[in-house]
């Protein structure tokens, strides 16, 4: 784990259902809520899927809430031990990059993950965040990212 | 009831249209037959061809045509004759050469033996074949067992014309090699250089498919005098049109030195008409290199175009005021109006082709065509020329420097997640998108007033509203793609 940095990155991980993803995820963005809380995320990541599928990629997706539950903005990103069956029509997984927004964030912020969504469609780039296999070389990647963007 | 082999045409012009799988119930329903015939074609068609399926089936997604291989099958299709004749192609041959040499007879036992049939269908093949050439004001003589083709010459030239296919096909550039033409080497050099000589004296080149037509004429003129030297045009061309020939000083020039070549070449002479006839072609030719300008049109070939113009952007609904086609289709029409009155027709080989690509188009120009010949009391336009039409419209549009772009909005529900994700990715793929904004769905009210002429919406999550919009996922897949494809040209359609 990254302490409390923008980026988070959950190398190996040993997610194996939507449920504990959506789950493990609602305990990261409510480190410092209620239980109720939580909750309220993890139902939020369940009803936006409703409204559209959060795959953007082959074995990968990019689940996204703006939730005033949310105390900081962060992106997550989950490379799976294992791929993972998402759904009835979603399978094998191995990406999960998930977005946090709060609610009424600074547009400063907004701006760095609008660039950061942005070069996913960089060909190539998830290509590499799919098949990079050490850690330090995938946290590179991203600090590469962050360092460009600034 | 439509027979086999159009229902084998139609189906592959479906398949062609459609570049995913088919279902065979679709199939049945376009063709109005039962699934169980679909079955059967697809599997006669698969037969025909040699080497490898034209059409693939997958089970639950039903009939696909392989896109090459169907071009492919399309050009062998036409390219290579059997040995065995279809009685549709025994007649043709024999009409070409009966053609050919009208108005001298020949012997039926001549024509025939070659195709061992009875009386019965030579008496049967007579019939037809008249029934033909009635189209042409022409009368097939039946006489001491011999069969003559009886009527003017510009009809004789004009049945041969349409009768052997191998006009449609030729290229020019592969005359010269193709053995499968059974024309003259010797013939086929010499009117390849005749060709290269009139655009060298009018320092133009006569594009494609002018050149095979002035070909097609020049060996039309070489096999009738050689197989008929009797024949005698009875039509004179009236002195005030040889007038106005000898005016155009070049082309008349290039047209009398072409006609005593020849001559020479024959060793025959020709009669003076010849010179006016070639001299028709020429004018009707399209010729680059003398792109004329506005300045030389005729006021008739100018309100001809416009009115092709003006109806054409109404009924396509395209903005095409100052727009290059203007020169590009009025150099077309200058020699298609001429053609029209001088009955000369260029076979247009893409027809078919330019039917299924581009349906509206065609049916919209055939429409303004009508339109226009009643207005201008013009000849019929016939559909090769409404295909060639066709092309300067479709042009304009697939080049679409005109188009204005669609103001597209992109969403999603936070504004920052997949749709930014998508509009990187769209604007990448589609440029006829003008992407004004990315924003969250609980917003769209707000954005719906700021952005008050937005045409589309693009949106990973669904939505209720007036304004067409489109979901697609955020993986933006090429079935995204496609459909996103489809919606503008329907916006685009509407304008």
Redesign the interface.
């Known amino acids: 784990m990254n302490g409390n940095s923008f980026f988070q990155i959950y190398f190996d991980c040993d997610l194996k259902s939507k449920d504990q993803v959506y789950d493990f995820i609602s305990e990261i963005a409510g480190q410092h809520s209620s239980s109720q809380q939580k909750l309220a995320i993890f139902h939020q990541f369940k009803e936006?899927e409703k409204?559209?599928?959060?795959?953007?990629?082959?074995h990968v997706l990019?689940p996204?809430?703006?939730s005033e539950h949310i105390i900081e903005s962060q992106i997550l990103f989950f490379r799976l031990a294992k791929p993972i069956c998402w759904d009835d029509t979603i399978e094998d997984i191995r990406l999960i990059i998930t977005?946090l927004?709060k609610k009424d964030e600074e547009e400063a912020i907004?701006k760095k993950?609008?660039l950061f969504?942005?070069s996913?469609?960089n060909e190539g780039y998830l290509d590499r965040l799919l098949n990079i296999e050490e850690k330090s070389v995938f946290h590179k990647e991203i600090i590469t990212f962050r360092e460009e963007s600034r | 009831m439509i027979s086999k082999d159009n229902r084998e045409q139609k189906l592959l012009q479906f398949l062609s249209k459609n570049q995913d799988y088919v279902t065979s119930k679709d199939l049945a329903d376009v063709l109005h037959t039962s699934k169980k015939t679909v079955y059967r074609l697809i599997k006669e068609i698969n037969d025909k061809c040699a080497d490898d399926s034209l059409i693939v089936s997958e089970k639950g997604r039903g009939y696909k045509l392989l896109y090459e291989e169907f071009i492919n099958y399309q050009i062998s299709n036409k390219n290579y004759k059997e040995d065995h004749f279809s009685p549709n192609e025994r007649r043709k041959r024999i009409m070409e050469e009966l053609l050919l040499s009208s108005p001298k007879p020949i012997k039926i036992h001549h024509l025939f033996s070659a195709y061992y049939v009875g009386d019965s269908v030579v008496f049967n093949d007579g019939q037809i074949m008249s029934e033909e050439l009635k189209k042409y004001n022409l009368v097939l003589e039946r006489k001491n067992r011999t069969l003559a083709i009886i009527g003017e010459e510009v009809n004789i030239r004009k049945a041969i014309k349409d009768i052997i296919e191998i006009f449609n096909i030729i290229d020019i550039d592969d005359l010269k090699t193709n053995q499968e033409l059974k024309f003259s080497k010797y013939d086929v050099l010499f009117m390849l250089d005749q060709l290269r000589n009139i655009e060298k004296d009018l320092n133009i080149t006569i594009p494609y498919p002018y050149n095979v037509n002035i070909f097609s004429h020049l060996y039309i003129l070489l096999n009738r005098s050689r197989k008929s030297s009797a024949f005698i045009y009875t039509d004179k061309e009236s002195s005030e049109e040889t007038e106005k020939m000898k005016k155009d000083f070049n082309l008349y020039q290039v047209a009398k030195s072409t006609v005593y070549n020849m001559e020479k070449y024959l060793n025959n002479a020709l009669p003076e008409i010849e010179i006016y006839f070639l001299y028709q072609y020429l004018v009707s030719s399209r010729m680059q290199g003398t792109l004329v300008t506005t300045s030389n049109l005729s006021s008739r070939v100018i309100q001809v175009t416009k009115l092709y113009i003006d109806e054409m952007s109404t009924r396509i609904g395209l903005d095409m005021d100052n727009q290059p086609i203007f020169v590009d289709l009025a150099n077309h029409i200058k020699p298609m109006l001429n053609r029209l009155e001088h009955k000369i027709r260029v076979k247009n080989s893409l027809l078919s082709q330019i039917k299924v690509t581009y349906e509206e188009i065609f049916t919209s120009v055939t429409n303004v065509s009508e339109f226009i010949s009643e207005k201008f009391n013009l000849p019929a336009i016939n559909d090769d020329e409404n295909g060639f039409i066709t092309l300067y419209f479709a042009k304009m549009i697939e080049t679409s420097e005109h188009q204005r772009p669609i103001k597209t909005l992109i969403m999603c529900t936070t504004g920052i997640g997949t749709s930014e994700l998508l509009k990187a990715k769209a604007s990448k793929k589609f440029p006829e998108l003008e992407i004004v904004d990315v924003v969250a769905s609980r917003n769209m009210q707000m954005f719906k007033e700021k952005y008050s002429d937005i045409e589309l919406i693009l949106s990973t999550v669904h939505i209720e509203d007036n304004i067409p919009f489109l979901i697609v996922s955020a993986m933006f897949t090429i079935e995204d793609q496609k459909r996103l494809q489809r919606k503008i040209e329907e916006i685009y359609h509407e304008r």
């Open positions: 936006r409204a559209g599928s959060p795959q953007i990629e082959e990019l996204h809430i703006e977005i927004l907004k993950i609008t969504t942005k996913l469609a």
